[in-house]
C-alpha cells in the first residue's frame, strides 16, 4: 500500500526560470534529461534543445529533423541523443548533427514508447497496423544495425521496455516476457489477471510500468491503482496520498524513482511505491503563479540540482537557501553609504536632499548639515565626535547633535594663520589630533601632514608622487597610501617609508590597486585590484589570491569582525581571517544567475547584517558565524565542465586528453556547461613553448595554425563569463604528420635527397672549380693592382709633406732634432712598403704608426696642437686587425685643414672602441676650424694645394667594401657652436681575427 511521507523543499530556495523570454523556442517542456558530457536537453513542441547554461541551440525541422514536436530524447552509450517524435523516421543528433536510423514501412507512422538505451543502441517500441488490426512492435538499433520483430500470431494488446530492458507485452488477461534471439523470438507467460484488474489498469487509458507495477491513475482525479505483475498481490488502489486540494495531472518514472504530478505537488515515490517526498510545486517556482492544466516535470540532477518543466517554462532550482531577504529601504533613496563609527551606527548621505542620515538597523534620523557640501567619508574618532571629510573641506561633527565644525578654523590653527592655506576638494583624510590630520586632496593628489608647531604652520608635502587614497593601520601606528601602480607605507613617528612600485606588483600578480583594508587584529593587508581580492601577510611576507574562482572586477571590499566579505552581483563571499596570513575555506551566498539583483550600487555592514542597495531595491543578509565557515555547505564547488570538440569527437572531461589532429583542420571547438553561468562565456589560451601569457580567444573556436606535425604540445584554457572564471583546464594536442612526414618516409627522402645531391654536388663542383679558380685569381690581381695603385699616391703624398721639416732642422743645425724627425720619418716609409704587400694591420702597429705620422706634424708645426690616442682594453690590440693606412688619411685631414688653420693651439683625439664582437670603431676628432670654415678659407686663397686625401679615403672604402670580408661606413659630426671642430666616426664591421 502507498504510505504518505512528507519531505517538502525548504521555502526559500534560489530559482532561476528558462521560457520563451530568454531563449527557449517554446515554454512548454515535455521531456528533460542530462547526456554524458552535463548538456541538460529540453524536448518542447518546436524542436529539442540543448542548454549549457549559457546558450540555447535549437533543433528541429530547419535543422533537418522529421517533426519539431519532440516528445523525449534518451542517450546510448555511443553518445548518440536519440529524439523520440511521431514521424516517418527515428534518428539521432551527434556533434550537433541529426542522422536518420530507422525508416517507417510505406503508410505507417513511429508512434514512440518506453525508448531506453541498451549499450550501444536504442529500444523501443511502437503501434503497427497488420492485417487490418492494431498491434505493437518492437524496435531496435544496435551499432549501425537495426531490426524490429511481431512475435507470428500474437495480437498485443499494450508493451513496454522495463529498466531491466526487458520487453514486457500483453495479449488478452496475460503478461509475458519476450526476449527476441536470431531466429525467433522466445515468449515466456509471467501472470494471468481477471477481468476487473484488466479493467482497471491493462485498458485504462494512463497506464505505465514502473518496476514490476502496472500503475494506471484517473487523469484530474484522485485514485492510483497498481498491479504486482511478478508477485500474489491483486489489484490495489489508494487515494489517501493527495493533498485535499490535489488532483493528479501526469505520472512518470525517472531512475529509480515513480513521480506522480498533482495540479499542486509532486509526489515521489521509491521502488516500493511508498511516498518519500512530496515537493510543493511552488518552492520550486519561486511562489510564481502555474497552469495547473499543463503537467509537471520533475528530474533531480547532481549537476543541474533540481528542474521542474512545466506548461509556462523550465525552472532550474539548486535547492540552496535564499539568503537574501527584501527590504524596501524606505527613506535612503538617493543615497549612499559614507561611513559607520560603531557596529551599530551607519552614516549614508543624499546628495540631492542634502541629507545626513542616520541609520540603527531600519530606523532611520535625518539631519540638514551647515556648509556641507557632499559628505564621502565620516571616521569614528573618539565617544564624541567623527571626522568628516566633505567635497570641500574637513570638519569635526558630533556623535549626538551633528554639529559640524571646521578642521582648520580651530583656535590652534588660527593662532598660527593656517586657515588661509587651507587645500580645497579632499579625498581621505585620518585626524590623528585636533593639531594634525594627514589627507590625500584632490589638488596635487599628494600625501600631505597638516600638523602645528614652532617650526612649520603650513602643510607638509611628504611624498612627491600622486597617490589615489589612503588607509590608516593602527596596530602599527602607520598609513598606507596607494595608486593603481603604488602602495607605499609611511612611519610618521619615525619619518620612515617604503614603497612597493608597478614591476613588484606585477611579479606577485597584482595589477591595478583599487581599495586596501587594514586588518588590525593580525596585521594583515587586504587589496582589491582588477578581478581580485589579495591577503597580505606583513609578518611572512606572503601574499595568496582569495575567491578565485570568481570575477570581483565591480565588487565591494570589506573586512567586518575578521570576516572578509566581498559583494557583487555573484551574491555574497566570506572568508574569516584566522591568523597571519592565514583564511578559512571561503562561504558563498548566492545570487543565482541574478535572480535577486543583476548590480550591487553600494553596500554596508552593520549589527551583522549586510544591507545592499542594487538595481532591483534593497537587501539584506546576515554574516554568517564561525560555524557556517567550517560545514561542507557553504564551500564553494566547482559547478562547470569544459568540453572540448574535435571532428566527430567530444571530450567532456578533457583535462589531460590526448586530442589528435589533422593538419587539414587545426581547429578545437570549445564549450563550458555551467548551470550557474551568467552573461557571455569567453576564452584564453596558453600554449606552452609558443607564447608567454594568455591570449584572448575571439569566439569558441581555438585556432591553432602554426604548431608543427609530430609534435605534442600542451594547451591550457580558462574560460570566464560575467561573474565567474574557472581554473586553467589542459588538455594536449597531438599534431599528425602527413604520410611523406613520418619518421620512416622522411629518413628515406633524407637519405635518396643526400646521395643525389651528392652526385650533383661533385659534379658541380667538378666543373666549377676550374671556372671559381680563375675567377678568383683575376679578382685578386687586379685587387692587387689597385691597392698598389692607391699606396703609390700615398707613399709621396707623405712624403712631400715631411720632407720640408728634415730641411728646416738641418738648416738651423738642430742635428739631433733632425736625426729623430728622419728615424721617425724612416719607420713610417717601412710601415708603408710593408702595407703595400699586406692589406690588413694590427691596431697596436696602427698606434704606432699614427703616433710617428703625427709628431712628424708637431715637430714641422711647433706648438699648433696636442694629441692623445686611447684603446679601450677590451680590444686586443696585439691581435685585432683593420686595414692598412685607412685611418691616416682622416687624421691628415684633422690636422691640416682643421688644427692648423686654428688661430690657437688645438687638440685631436683618435680612440678605438668596440662596442660588440665583430665591430671596432676609430673616432678622430679635433677641435679645429671645421669643415665649413677649411671650405671657405681654401677657397679664399690665392694659393691652392692640390690635396688626395679625400680621394683616397674614398678609393680604399671602396675596394674594401667590394673586394673582402670587412664592410666600412663613415660617418662626418659637425660640432655645434660654441664648439667648433669635426669628429669622424668610423665604423669598421664583420672582421675577422688573423685576416
Known amino acids: 500500500m502507498l504510505l504518505y511521507a512528507l519531505g517538502c523543499y525548504a521555502q526559500s530556495t534560489v530559482t532561476y526560470k528558462v521560457d520563451q523570454n530568454n531563449g527557449l523556442p517554446s515554454s512548454r517542456i515535455y521531456g528533460m534529461m542530462t547526456d554524458r558530457h552535463g548538456y541538460l536537453w529540453l524536448s518542447t513542441p518546436k524542436g529539442v534543445v540543448k542548454y549549457n547554461g549559457y546558450d540555447f541551440k535549437v533543433f528541429g525541422q530547419a535543422q533537418g529533423l522529421p517533426s519539431d514536436d519532440i516528445w523525449y530524447t534518451c542517450e546510448d552509450s555511443l553518445g548518440r541523443i536519440w529524439i523520440s517524435t511521431i514521424s516517418t523516421e527515428i534518428g539521432y543528433i551527434r ?135 511478478e508477485g500474489k498481490d491483486r489489484l490495489q488502489y489508494v487515494d489517501t496520498f493527495l493533498a485535499p486540494n490535489d488532483m493528479i495531472m501526469y505520472a512518470y518514472d525517472m531512475g529509480d524513482y515513480f513521480y506522480i504530478c498533482g495540479a499542486h505537488n509532486i509526489y515521489k515515490l521509491d521502488g516500493t511505491l511508498k511516498v518519500v517526498k512530496v515537493i510543493a510545486a511552488n518552492n520550486l517556482t519561486g511562489n510564481r503563479g502555474l497552469d495547473n492544466s499543463a503537467p509537471f516535470l520533475l528530474m533531480e540532477n547532481d549537476f543541474w540540482g533540481v528542474c521542474l518543466g512545466t506548461g509556462s517554462g523550465l525552472y532550474l532550482n539548486k535547492l540552496a537557501e535564499n539568503k537574501f531577504v527584501a527590504w524596501n529601504g524606505e527613506g535612503l533613496y538617493d543615497s549612499k553609504p559614507v561611513g559607520c563609527i560603531n557596529d551599530s551606527v551607519c552614516y549614508r548621505w543624499s546628495n540631492s536632499r542634502n541629507l545626513l542620515i542616520e541609520k540603527k538597523g531600519n530606523a532611520l534620523k535625518y539631519y540638514k548639515l551647515d556648509d556641507v557640501v557632499d559628505v564621502k567619508r565620516i571616521i569614528p574618532y573618539d565617544r564624541n565626535r567623527s571626522l568628516l571629510v566633505d567635497e570641500h573641506n574637513v570638519y569635526w ?49 599628494r600625501f600631505n601632514r597638516f600638523a602645528v608647531g614652532d617650526s612649520t604652520s603650513l602643510p607638509e608635502s611628504i611624498m612627491r608622487y600622486r597617490y589615489d587614497d589612503l588607509v590608516y593601520d593602527s596596530l602599527r601606528k602607520a598609513f598606507w597610501v596607494y595608486n593603481r601602480y603604488k602602495v607605499t607605507y609611511f612611519d610618521p613617528a619615525k619619518n620612515n617609508m617604503y614603497s612597493v612600485n608597478k614591476n613588484i606588483l606585477s611579479m606577485l600578480g597584482i595589477g591595478n590597486v583599487e581599495n586596501i583594508i587594514v586588518d588590525n587584529k593580525y596585521g594583515n593587508l587586504l587589496l582589491k585590484a582588477n578581478d581580485d581580492v589579495w591577503l597580505v601577510d606583513l609578518a611572512n611576507m606572503r601574499c595568496r589570491k582569495l575567491f578565485g574562482g570568481y570575477r570581483l572586477g565591480d565588487a565591494y571590499l570589506y573586512l567586518y569582525k575578521s570576516t572578509v566579505t566581498v559583494v557583487g552581483r555573484f551574491g555574497v563571499l566570506f572568508s574569516r581571517v584566522e591568523g597571519s596570513g592565514i583564511v578559512s575555506k571561503p562561504v558563498l551566498f548566492e545570487n543565482v544567475k541574478c535572480s535577486n539583483y543583476t548590480n550591487v550600487l553600494d553596500a554596508e555592514i552593520s549589527d551583522n547584517k549586510i544591507w545592499l542597495s542594487t538595481d532591483k531595491g534593497f537587501y539584506t543578509t546576515d554574516v554568517p558565524d564561525s560555524e557556517v565557515f567550517t560545514k561542507a555547505y557553504g564551500s564553494i564547488k566547482d559547478r562547470y565542465r569544459f568540453v572540448i570538440s574535435y571532428g566527430d ?40 613553448g609558443e607564447n608567454t601569457g594568455w591570449v584572448p580567444l575571439n569566439g569558441t573556436e581555438l585556432p591553432l595554425h602554426g604548431l608543427r606535425h609530430s609534435r605534442e604540445y600542451a594547451i591550457s584554457i580558462i574560460a570566464y563569463d560575467d561573474i565567474w572564471r574557472s581554473r586553467p583546464a589542459t588538455i594536449r594536442v597531438y599534431v599528425q604528420p602527413y604520410w611523406w612526414q613520418t619518421q620512416g618516409m622522411t629518413a628515406s627522402f633524407i637519405i635518396c635527397g643526400t646521395l643525389l645531391l651528392a652526385i650533383i654536388g661533385i659534379g658541380i663542383s667538378y666543373v666549377t672549380q676550374h671556372i671559381v679558380t680563375k675567377r678568383n685569381a683575376r679578382k685578386n690581381f687586379f685587387m692587387e693592382l689597385e691597392l698598389k695603385g692607391i699606396y703609390s699616391q700615398i707613399n709621396p703624398h707623405f712624403i712631400f709633406n715631411t720632407l720640408g721639416t728634415s730641411l728646416y732642422y738641418i738648416k738651423i743645425n738642430k742635428t739631433k732634432e733632425a736625426y729623430n724627425h728622419i728615424t721617425k720619418f724612416s719607420r713610417l716609409l717601412r710601415t708603408y712598403i710593408s702595407s703595400s704587400r699586406n692589406k690588413m694591420i694590427t691596431i697596436g702597429d696602427e698606434v704606432q704608426n699614427l703616433k710617428d705620422y703625427i709628431e712628424l706634424q708637431q715637430d714641422r708645426f711647433i706648438n699648433r696642437f696636442d694629441y692623445n690616442i686611447e684603446v679601450e682594453e677590451t680590444i686586443g690590440a696585439s691581435t685585432e686587425k683593420i686595414p692598412s693606412l685607412l685611418i691616416q688619411p682622416f687624421v691628415e685631414n684633422a690636422i691640416n685643414h682643421g688644427l692648423l688653420n686654428k688661430s690657437s693651439k688645438g687638440n685631436l683625439l683618435i680612440s678605438f672602441t668596440q662596442p660588440h664582437y665583430g665591430q671596432i670603431v676609430c673616432k678622430v676628432e679635433d677641435d679645429g676650424v671645421g669643415r665649413m670654415a677649411a671650405n671657405q678659407l681654401r677657397e679664399s686663397s690665392s694659393i691652392r694645394h692640390q690635396s688626395f686625401g679625400n680621394q683616397l679615403i674614398q678609393d680604399l672604402i671602396h675596394i674594401y667594401n667590394t673586394y673582402e670580408n670587412v664592410k666600412i661606413r663613415v660617418e662626418y659630426i659637425d660640432k655645434d657652436l660654441p664648439d667648433t671642430g669635426t669628429i669622424v666616426n668610423i665604423y669598421i664591421n664583420k672582421l675577422t681575427k688573423n685576416t
Do not use: C
Open 397 to 445: 561633527i558630533r556623535n549626538d547633535d551633528k554639529k559640524t565644525v571646521n578642521y582648520f578654523s580651530s583656535e590652534i590653527f588660527a593662532k598660527k594663520n593656517f586657515y588661509s592655506q587651507r587645500l580645497i576638494y579632499p579625498i581621505n583624510a585620518v585626524a590623528m589630533s585636533d593639531s594634525s590630520l594627514f589627507g590625500v586632496f584632490r589638488g596635487d593628489k
Open 95 to 229: 556533434n550537433d548533427k541529426y542522422t536518420a536510423a530507422i525508416h517507417a514501412e510505406e503508410g505507417q507512422l513511429f508512434y514512440p514508447k518506453s525508448m531506453r538505451s541498451f549499450g550501444d543502441g536504442i529500444a523501443f517500441v511502437s503501434p503497427v497496423t497488420r492485417d487490418g488490426r492494431p498491434d505493437y512492435r518492437l524496435f531496435a538499433v544496435q551499432g549501425d544495425k537495426s531490426f524490429s520483430f511481431i512475435p507470428k500470431d500474437f495480437g498485443i494488446t499494450r508493451s513496454y521496455i522495463n529498466e531491466k530492458k526487458e520487453y514486457i507485452a500483453v495479449r488478452n488477461d496475460t503478461v509475458y516476457k519476450m526476449l527476441p534471439g536470431v531466429d525467433r523470438v522466445k515468449v515466456t507467460p509471467i501472470r494471468t489477471f481477471d477481468k476487473d484488474e484488466i479493467k482497471r489498469t491493462i485498458e485504462a487509458r494512463s497506464i505505465l510500468l514502473f518496476k514490476h507495477y502496472f500503475i494506471s491513475y484517473e487523469y484530474k482525479g484522485r485514485r492510483v491503482w497498481f498491479l504486482d505483475i
Open 649 to 688: 569527437s567530444t571530450y567532456g572531461n578533457p583535462k589531460g586528453s590526448q586530442v589528435l589532429i589533422s593538419q587539414d583542420d587545426m581547429r578545437i571547438g570549445l564549450d563550458i556547461i555551467h548551470p550557474m553561468g551568467y552573461g557571455k562565456i569567453k576564452y584564453q589560451y596558453k600554449i606552452s
